[in-house]
């Protein structure tokens, strides 16, 4: 881990495109400002583990879910009137 100081106002370079300046110091708080481009996602850490949960709950219901899905999907009738799936 790279561990640097900074100053109100001075900021740190990750790589070309993310930039990470110090806007405020008060009460035990730095306020960051992050500067990157728009395909770099940027997240709180406790944001993060949030999402990867849920990205998870959602993976492990999906085949359930599609399942459902399709069952609920109204059958195809061909021209004797026998019904099949619309796959």
Do not use: Y
């Not at 110090?22 to 999402?51: A, F, H, Y």
């Amino acid at each position: 881990m790279l561990v640097l100081t900074r100053r109100r106002g001075q900021a740190i370079c990750i790589g070309d495109n993310i930039r990470i300046v110090v806007t405020r110091i008060e009460d035990g708080q730095v306020r960051l400002g992050i500067e990157s481009s728009d395909n770099v996602t940027i997240l709180r850490e406790e944001l993060l583990e949030t999402v990867k949960q849920a990205n998870q709950s959602a993976l492990s219901s999906a085949p359930e879910a599609f399942n459902h899905w399709l069952n609920q999907q109204p059958k195809a009738v061909d021209d004797a009137g026998n019904t099949k799936d619309k796959a």
